[in-house]
């Protein structure tokens, strides 16, 4: 039996445990759950207790929650009435589901369940997609960022099995490439991209990876020496970073979903934001793809308010070389 699980090895037999169980009469025994699905008893337990008795529908009424009863050694698990209506969802609606579903089934790889059946997490999303007709099941298709499958095959490994990783990453606020050697703690998804977060022994700080920037990865076979955080965003500005006080245009209101922003005062002709500045180099490209649709209005120093000038003064002058 598997004695060490990753949460996204629990997760995976948790989609499979809980309608297993749930399609029992009279309930299972726990070691038969446990050795039917590979699950250690103890983190069974922890998980039947302190996840699954929490999951539901709002407003998390006992009516609305997922059951779950552990008595002699047996645990029975009853869906919420909620969960007993028809489901009635409109087209969009159930696109919507079937993308979160094959996302979750990207996530945790939980296509088989015990004895080598599909999952039910796989059959669900095989009834919806074609209930939704063939068209739906072909236009959706999850993909996050330009993350090479085989990267992130590797990174999952490393942080599974908790090993270094030396890295080939390019940096895209200093604009350079740089080798790191980091001990992995964590792969997420933000707004659209794959996340790697760890300890990096160049900078001997935590630091956050974006996948599609690691042009190289190696997994070493040096034990992780430092164990970080498990961040799940993409940028924490720090307080001590120089801001920027920025009018943009309406056009521009991708800047305030795609960055973390201070302060946001929307108007009905612009939209005026704070935002803090990790780096220079970084701002100037944001400020040139910005265009006539950003107005710098204040900037701490040391950053000067012609910005916008300096930069493209420097692209011309590599235009002209």
């Not at 552990?70 to 589901?97: C, H, K, M, T």
């Not at 997609?129 to 490994?157: F, H, K, S």
């Not at 800047?255 to 201070?262: F, G, S």
Request: proline residues 6%; aromatic residues 8%.
């Amino acid at each position: 039996m598997n004695a060490r699980l990753t949460a996204r090895d629990r997760l995976a037999r948790l989609l499979s445990v809980i309608p297993w169980v749930a399609e029992q009469p009279d309930g299972a025994l726990l070691d038969e759950v446990s050795s039917r699905f590979d699950y250690p008893r103890v983190l069974l337990l922890n998980d039947l207790q302190d996840v699954v008795f929490y999951v539901g529908v709002h407003p998390f009424t006992p009516d609305s929650l997922i059951e779950v009863e552990i008595s002699n050694q047996r645990v029975r698990i009853r869906y919420a009435d909620w969960f007993s209506r028809p489901l009635r969802l409109s087209a969009e609606e159930g696109a919507r589901l079937l993308t979160a579903g094959q996302s979750v089934l990207a996530l945790t790889d939980a296509t088989e369940g015990a004895d080598n059946e599909p999952s039910a997490l796989l059959r669900a999303l095989t009834k919806l997609g074609t209930a939704l007709g063939e068209g739906a099941r072909q236009a959706v298709d999850v993909r996050l960022g330009n993350a090479p499958d085989d990267t992130l095959a590797m990174l999952r490994e490393a942080v599974s099995e908790g090993f270094r990783l030396d890295l080939e990453y390019y940096t895209y606020g200093r604009d350079e490439l740089t080798e790191r050697s980091v001990d992995p703690a964590r792969i997420f998804s933000d707004k659209g991209n794959w996340y790697l977060s760890g300890w990096c022994h160049r900078a001997e700080g935590e630091r956050v990876f974006r996948v599609d920037r690691i042009r190289q990865a190696t997994l070493t076979t040096t034990p992780v020496s430092v164990e970080a955080t498990t961040a799940e965003t993409s940028f924490a500005p720090a307080g001590d970073l120089p801001r920027v006080l920025l009018r943009l245009d309406p056009s521009a209101r991708w800047v305030v979903e795609q960055y973390p922003v201070d302060d946001v005062v929307t108007s009905p002709d612009h939209i005026d934001v704070r935002i803090a500045v990790s780096t220079v180099p970084w701002f100037e490209r944001l400020l040139l793809g910005l265009g006539p649709d950003a107005e710098i209005l204040a900037a701490d120093e040391p950053l000067a308010a012609d910005l916008r000038s300096s930069a493209a003064q420097r692209v011309l002058a590599r235009y002209r070389q």
